[in-house]
């Protein structure tokens, strides 16, 4: 069975202070990592795809970086409108393409 | 943009009743999903639907059902709704393969309460 854990579960910041989350994955043949925001409300909005351990991708204030078991999200200086729940999620390669989502990690920056 | 709309934000619903809720995208993606998200679990695959007339059950189909009649909509029906089926439901859909360089779209949700 697929499995995602993401940790923290949450995570307060101070304005400009720099931090990584995490999401540990366990699936038989990885097909893509991908990477949601999702703000009180809404529903999650797509941020990055990785399909191989050591592909990174950034946007912004944010790196997605991808091993064999985890991937992480690192946030440079953050502010506070970086302020969301982070989803990771994986597609396995058994055919199927629905996406098995972690918990997310809820991630508070004050200003 | 693509848009990815479900026709009610809040709905409220009585225990036993037939429900429906709805989700239709403009961008003519083959690929039409719904999960809901609870506090704690997370978001957890319903249903899922690669073409019309086509379903496949996710990771907790029990207590659903789905109808695809069309490319572009996919309803959601809970047969007998029940107060454990209280949750924000989530629509999303996807182009294959492109889907894995440009993610799921999502909607914005519709939060059910069942009482």
């Known amino acids: 069975e697929d499995q995602v854990t993401q940790s923290p579960e949450a995570l307060r910041l101070q304005e400009g202070e720099s931090s990584s989350l995490n999401c540990s994955y366990t699936v038989s043949g990885l097909r893509g990592l991908f990477w949601y925001r999702q703000d009180p409300g809404k529903g999650p909005e797509f941020l990055f795809t990785l399909y191989s ?3 990174e991708k950034e946007k912004e204030r944010l790196k997605a970086t991808l091993t064999k078991k985890e991937s992480f999200l690192h946030i440079t200086a953050p502010k506070p409108e970086d302020s969301a729940t982070y989803l990771c999620a994986v597609q396995a390669g058994g055919g199927a393409d629905g996406l098995t ?10 200003p | 943009d693509v848009k990815v ?7 409220v619903k009585r225990t036993g009743e037939k429900v429906f809720l709805e989700c239709v995208q403009d961008m003519d993606h083959e690929n039409m999903f719904w999960y809901r998200q609870d506090p704690g679990l997370g978001l957890r695959l319903i249903y899922f639907s690669y073409d019309v007339k086509m379903k496949e059950k996710g990771d907790i189909p029990e207590g659903y059902s789905v109808s695809r009649e069309k490319k572009e909509r996919f309803s959601l029906i809970l047969e007998s709704a029940s107060t454990n089926q209280t949750s924000m439901y989530l629509c999303a859909s996807s182009l294959p ?3 894995w360089v440009y993610g799921y779209t999502f909607g914005s949700g519709t939060r059910l309460t069942v009482v």
């Open chain 1, 53 to 55: 351990a050591g592909e």
């Open chain 1, 101 to 110: 989502f972690g918990k997310g990690t809820h991630l508070i920056i004050q």
């Open chain 2, 5 to 11: 709309t479900q026709s009610s934000r809040y709905l």
């Open chain 2, 97 to 99: 393969p492109q889907g």
